[in-house]
Nanobody, 123 residues
């Protein structure tokens, strides 16, 4: 069992920046692919990006590519989502998720989820 806890979500104006964190206390954090998903009101949950176990490989959805950066610190059991040049369309609840092994883009492939953190971007 992996407990994930997101933090850092808040309200911000368009063009601003936020950094989300996801802590996973305990366990062998480095064996998990970590992912960030988001869900806007009335929409399905969508993948924002992934980072592999070592942190050497990342993937981003086209909608956030060039603006968002995922990183991880395995010594701190934490994964980060740096979000720059935020847009109103980025408004959503952001979730971190974990799965053992390779990163996949399907939310059903992830076994562990945090409760989510709200990001609201105003124009």
């Amino acid at each position: 069992q992996v407990l994930l806890v997101e933090s850092g979500g808040q309200s911000v104006q368009a063009g601003g920046s936020l950094r989300l964190s996801c802590a996973a206390p305990g366990g062998t954090f480095s064996k998990y692919c970590m992912a960030w998903f988001r869900q806007a009101p009335g929409k399905e949950r969508e993948l924002t990006g992934t980072i592999n176990r070592s942190g050497a490989s990342t993937y981003y959805a086209d909608s956030v590519k060039g603006r968002f950066t995922i990183s991880r610190d395995n010594a701190k059991n934490t994964v980060y989502l740096q979000m720059n040049n935020l847009k109103p369309d980025d408004t959503a609840v952001y979730y971190c998720a974990a799965r053992v092994g390779l990163c996949l883009d399907n939310s059903r492939s992830y076994d562990y989820w945090g409760p989510g953190t709200q990001v609201t971007v105003s124009s």
